[in-house]
C-alpha cells in the first residue's frame, strides 16, 4: 500500500463534492477530490454538444438493443444515444429492487451535476415544519432563517436565474435576469392572477442556467441541450463552475478512477483519520489521509461506504448506532406535471429553445 496525506479528502466530485472541494480549497486547505468514474474535461470532452440530431444513428433516439441492457434507465427520460456514456452500464453495476426503485446513476466527474434538471428554490418554513406538523420523522434542527444567507452565497456563484415573485411560500432568492416565458405562458400567467386572486401562482423557473456572463462563463444559448455537457458553462455543474475555482487556488488534487470502499477509523481517537481507495484501473489498493473527510457519493453510495467501515466497531458500519444508517430513502416526484394546447396564438413564435419550464 502507498500512503498520502492531505488536509483535506472529498468523496465524490458531484455538485455537493465539487462545493466542498471549492470551499476547502479556498480556505487553504490541500484537498484530494476523489472519483469513482472517468475524467470528464469540461467542453473538450462534451463530444456530443455540438451535433444536430441528424448526426445521431437513431436520431438521438432509443434501441430496442438500449432498452434491453438499461432496463432501469428505459422507464423514464435518460436513456438515448446521445449521451448514453454518462450514466452508468446497469449490467456492470447492478442493483437489487426488492421494491421499484429508479437509480440512475452517472459514475464520472461531475456526476450528476452535468446530467440534473437545474431548477433551484429555497426552502420555506412550511418545508422545514412538515415533519413536526405532520408527526413523521425527527423535527429538522434549523429553520429558513439559518439558511437565508447561504442561499443567497450559493446562488450568487452558481448563477441561479429567475424573477422575484414576491410569493411567501417560495422565498425569493438572488436571482439573475429570469429567462422570458412565451406569449402562451404570459396569457396563462394572467388569466391566473384574475381567476385565482393570488391564491395561486404560474411563475418562470428559477433554473441555474445563467442568463449574463458570470465567472468566464457564457449565458444560455437556448440550445436546450445542457445533458450533452454545456460547452460554454452557461449551466451550473461542477466542470464549469466549482472545479475551476477549487484548481485556481492550486490547492486541488483530482483523482478519478478511485473507488472509495471505506472510511479508516481510529478508534483511540474515535475520529475517522482516512479512506482506503481502490483504483477502477489497476485494482491497486491505496490509503489516503486527512483530518477532514467529507462524504459527497451521491445518497446511496455515500450509505454504502459508511455501512462498509469501522464494521469492527459497529455491525451496521460508521455512524449505524442510530439504527438509522441504510433506512428513510426517499424519492423524489419526477415527471409529474400538466400540458394543453391553445389556440388563437398561431402568427407567433417563441425564441430559441429555452432550457427551462414554468412553475
Request: aromatic share 12%; net charge neutral; charged share 25%.
Amino acid at each position: 500500500m502507498s500512503t498520502n496525506t492531505y488536509d483535506a479528502i472529498v468523496i465524490g466530485s458531484g455538485i455537493s463534492g465539487g462545493w466542498a472541494a471549492k470551499e476547502l480549497t479556498e480556505k487553504g486547505l490541500k484537498t484530494i477530490m476523489l472519483e469513482r468514474g472517468k475524467n470528464i474535461e469540461h467542453i473538450k470532452d462534451y463530444v456530443n454538444a455540438n451535433k444536430g440530431p441528424w448526426e445521431f444513428e437513431h436520431r438521438g433516439g432509443r434501441t430496442q438493443q438500449m432498452i434491453d441492457d438499461y432496463p432501469v434507465l428505459k422507464r423514464d427520460y435518460p436513456l438515448n444515444e446521445t449521451n448514453l456514456d454518462y450514466w452508468t452500464n446497469e449490467k456492470e453495476s447492478p442493483y437489487t429492487e426488492i421494491k421499484r426503485f429508479d437509480w440512475f446513476r452517472g459514475y464520472h466527474v461531475g456526476g450528476r451535476s452535468l446530467m440534473w434538471g437545474r431548477q433551484s428554490y429555497r426552502w420555506h418554513d412550511t418545508d422545514f415544519e412538515a415533519n413536526a406538523k405532520d408527526g413523521i420523522g425527527t423535527d429538522w434542527p434549523i429553520r429558513y432563517k439559518d439558511l437565508h444567507d447561504w442561499y443567497g452565497y450559493a446562488e450568487r456563484f452558481a448563477g441561479i436565474s429567475g424573477n422575484k415573485d414576491g410569493v411567501p411560500i417560495l422565498p425569493d432568492g438572488d436571482f439573475m435576469p429570469p429567462m422570458e416565458m412565451n406569449i402562451v405562458e404570459k396569457d396563462v400567467q394572467k388569466r391566473y392572477k384574475e381567476f385565482y386572486k393570488d391564491t395561486r401562482h404560474f411563475v418562470i423557473g428559477r433554473t441555474a442556467n445563467i442568463t449574463v456572463p458570470h465567472n468566464n462563463r457564457t449565458n444560455c444559448q437556448y440550445r436546450n441541450k445542457c445533458w450533452l455537457g454545456c460547452p460554454f458553462g452557461a449551466y451550473f455543474s461542477t466542470q464549469s463552475a466549482t472545479l475551476p475555482a477549487a484548481v485556481a487556488t492550486g490547492n486541488l488534487t483530482l483523482r478519478p478512477w478511485s473507488i472509495v470502499t471505506k472510511i479508516l477509523y481510529d478508534k483511540n481517537t474515535k475520529k475517522a483519520k482516512g479512506v482506503e481507495v481502490l483504483d477502477a484501473e489497476t485494482n491497486k489498493t491505496y490509503e489516503f489521509f486527512a483530518k477532514i473527510v467529507f462524504v459527497n457519493a451521491s445518497a446511496l453510495n455515500s450509505a454504502w461506504v459508511l455501512m462498509n467501515s469501522a464494521t469492527d466497531v459497529w455491525e451496521g458500519g460508521l455512524g449505524s448506532s442510530s439504527g438509522q444508517l441504510g433506512h428513510n430513502v426517499m424519492d423524489h416526484h419526477l415527471g409529474v406535471g400538466a400540458g394543453g394546447r391553445v389556440e388563437g396564438f398561431e402568427d407567433k413564435y417563441t425564441f430559441g429553445r429555452r432550457a427551462n419550464g414554468i412553475y
